[in-house]
């Protein structure tokens, strides 16, 4: 799953997202709010952690953009403002929820599980496709014909679980290092022709049917 913090604070931006990675999730972080607004509408995030007073852009002004562009991210409000006018703004700018500073980090966890736990065809815990059933929360990868199961490493399961979620879809290189590596990251594309070969070897050691299949000239697909 893949959060965007918006924080310009460096200190509490850092806090957020080093407690975010511990719980497994791959977190991008924004430090002012053009920059936030770039990524957020680029609609690859699950939930996006706002802050409202933000150098260039407010939060609410991102908050307003995001639902203009029917995005469908997951929306938590921080702020240090904590009157009620304030939060009930922000609900109806379209906020799922709303935290205020100073705040505990593992509040913060919380509430980002919470949405995430709600969210609609994107967080159950077993993603299936065809004869592989993939567990989000434990990482385990199996076959359901076969029984045999095998434990994905990090970054070969965002890899697994970004292809489950677009199955039988052509899927660029640039979308997959967008969606799984991250906006900006540097990358090599050796790199993501090693982990397609480790994840093709897991799935073959289990004894799946399905393949990562390479379409020329345009990218990768999952197909039975």
């Known amino acids: 799953m893949r959060i965007l913090v918006v924080e310009d604070e460096e200190v509490i931006a850092d806090v957020i997202s080093t407690k975010l990675k511990k719980e497994k999730y791959e977190v991008d972080v924004s430090l002012d709010g053009e920059d936030g607004l770039y990524n957020a509408i680029t609609n690859i995030y699950d939930l996006i952690i706002l ?3 933000l150098p260039k852009i407010s939060g609410i002004e991102i908050l307003k953009k995001i639902k203009e562009n029917n995005i469908k991210s997951k929306v938590i409000m921080l702020t240090a403002k904590s009157g009620l006018d304030d939060k009930l703004s922000c609900f109806d700018y379209g906020a799922n929820d709303y935290v ?3 705040f505990h980090i593992e509040e913060v966890v919380a509430r980002v599980n919470a ?4 969210k609609e065809n994107v967080n159950k815990d077993i993603i299936k496709y065809s004869d592989l059933s993939l ?3 434990t990482s385990i990868l199996t076959c359901i014909d076969t029984s045999e199961s095998i434990n994905i490493p990090y970054r070969e399961f965002l890899l697994l679980e970004y292809f489950m979620n677009n199955k039988e879809q052509i899927i660029s290189k640039e979308q997959i290092y967008d969606n799984v590596w991250g906006i900006d990251t ?3 594309s050796n790199n993501l022709e090693a982990y397609l070969s480790f994840l093709r070897k897991k799935i073959k050691i289990i004894g799946s049917k399905v393949n990562i299949k390479s379409v020329r000239n345009l990218g990768y697909k999952l197909e039975e």
């Open 135 to 137: 567990n989000i929360r």
């Open 186 to 188: 540097d990358y090599e």
């Open 115 to 118: 949405q995430l736990r709600n």
């Open 51 to 53: 802050d409202i007073m």
């Open 100 to 102: 205020t500073k100073p």
